[in-house]
């Protein structure tokens, strides 16, 4: 079955340290994106990227970076520069960028 | 296992109310939320409830929300076009969050 597949589900970082959160799709979608969730607070654009090799920032990019080599991934690399880290994660994808969003279980990184 | 469930489609005409619907099947949520999305843009926070609470009101907005149900509503009072979009029904724990695979609204003249 087509789908989005994030990884791992639980996260946990030192203070400092980078760390990678994997989002993989086989829907042969062009656009993806990764959103960060806090509670009681709507999900936040941190980048997304519509071709393999081209990605913008989004309203919360800072701290953040990504790279788009193939068109099933979209690994998103939460940095040290970023101050407040601990949130949900979420990745999607559409074919157009233009609605028909396909989500991923999301990824929920804790700062220990 | 968890699901959000929204029908695909919705057709209303311009002035009409708008009563977009969603079911979920687990029952720990903290809060559920409405989002927007409109052609070319990102996804756009409209309203949330916590739930804990049954009804919330913002200017054109009214969420209703039935615990025990697990249904979700979203009603959008004088419908204009500026409204066509689609509507996704978002629900969230301490452990997830699992969206809806949204309602395309249109509206008609």
């Known amino acids: 079955d087509g789908g989005i597949t994030q990884s791992p589900k639980y996260l946990f970082r030192k203070e400092g340290q980078n760390v990678t959160l994997s989002c993989e799709q086989n829907?042969?979608?062009?656009?993806m994106y990764w959103y960060r969730q806090d509670p009681g607070q709507g999900l936040r654009l941190i980048y997304y990227?519509?071709?393999?090799?081209?990605?913008q920032k989004g309203d919360i990019a800072e701290g953040y970076s990504v790279s788009r080599e193939k068109k099933e991934s979209f690994p998103l690399t939460v940095t040290s520069a970023q101050k407040n880290p601990t949130a949900f994660y979420l990745c999607?994808?559409?074919?157009?960028?233009?609605?028909?969003?396909?989500f991923g279980s999301g990824t929920r990184l804790t700062v220990v | 296992g968890e699901d959000v469930e929204q029908s695909l489609f919705l057709s209303v005409r311009e002035g009409d109310s708008s009563v977009i619907n969603c079911t979920y099947t687990?029952?720990?949520?903290?809060?559920l939320y409405w989002y927007k999305q409109e052609p070319g843009a990102g996804l756009q926070l409209l309203t949330y409830?916590?739930?804990?609470?049954d009804m919330k009101q913002d200017q054109r907005l009214t969420v209703l929300l039935n615990k025990k149900d697990k249904h979700l509503s979203l009603r959008i009072a004088d419908t204009q076009t500026g409204d066509s979009a689609i509507y996704f029904c978002?629900?969230?724990?301490?452990?997830?969050?699992?969206f809806g695979s949204g309602t395309r609204l249109s509206i008609r003249p």
């Open positions: 999607a994808s559409t074919p157009t960028g233009v609605g028909g969003y396909t």
């Open positions: 829907l042969n979608h062009d656009a």
């Open positions: 990227s519509q071709i393999v090799n081209d990605f």
């Open positions: 687990d029952s720990s949520s903290t809060y």
């Open positions: 409830i916590f739930s804990n609470m």
């Open positions: 978002v629900y969230s724990s301490a452990s997830k969050i699992i």
